[in-house]
């Protein structure tokens, strides 16, 4: 996990910090890594990626400084959201990027793009306040556009299968058993604003926000309870 500029290296023995071995990134916004050695970073200055479990990280030919998450979909592939409806595609490792504008994004934000299987995938965003959801099973050929009926953006997607949930502005937490073709509002007016959500076959869900909190589910999302944070 990322530390103010440095990682934080998990292993058995707890949380090891240890600087990010290239220097200016500026702000390190997110991480995800596909397997032990092959991760992805988005930084201020663009997305940098390691083929060595961390150790190093090189620089991307994206050239796009505004993005969200980076997901990978294996060692060589990933994807990544920008502004202006802009979505990002290397097939290569990041050494060429693939951009697309999507279709009836305007000039909104595609603030994540989640995928599943490397043909199954979302991505959220907003367009004048509203909350916008495409969905693709080509691998990202063609994309299909839905808008929630309501009045705050989309920040989060994450689905396990067919179930996924949605984090919006505001913090409220959507639910979906249909690989997102209808959504159920689950937390409308939370105490904390959430930011991010987790999904994970079984109905198992966790949602973090604000201030620390963490709430997770068992159960589909029927209960959510607040997890403690030392």
Known sequence: VWTDDRICEIATTGCAPMELPVRDVGDLKSIAFSGRKDG?????????????????????GSGERSLGPVTPVSATEAWASGKGGVLFHTRDGGRTWESAVLSGAGRGALRQVYFVTPRAGWVVGS????????????????????????????????????????VADGGPILHSVDAGKHWDMQIERPQDEFLDVQALPGGYAWAVGRAGTVLSTVDH??????????
Do not use: C, M, Q
Request: avoid cysteine; glycine fraction near 16%; charged fraction near 25%.
């Open 40 to 60: 992805w970073a988005v930084t201020s200055d663009g997305i940098y990626r390691s083929t060595d479990g961390g150790r190093t990280w090189a620089r991307t």
């Open 127 to 166: 367009d004048g306040g509203r909350g916008i959801i495409y969905s693709t099973t080509d691998g990202g050929e063609t994309w299909i556009a839905s808008r929630l009926d309501s009045t705050w953006g989309l920040r989060a997607v994450s689905f396990a299968e067919n179930e996924g949930w949605l």
């Open 221 to 230: 999302g029927r209960t959510w309870a607040k997890v403690p944070v030392d």
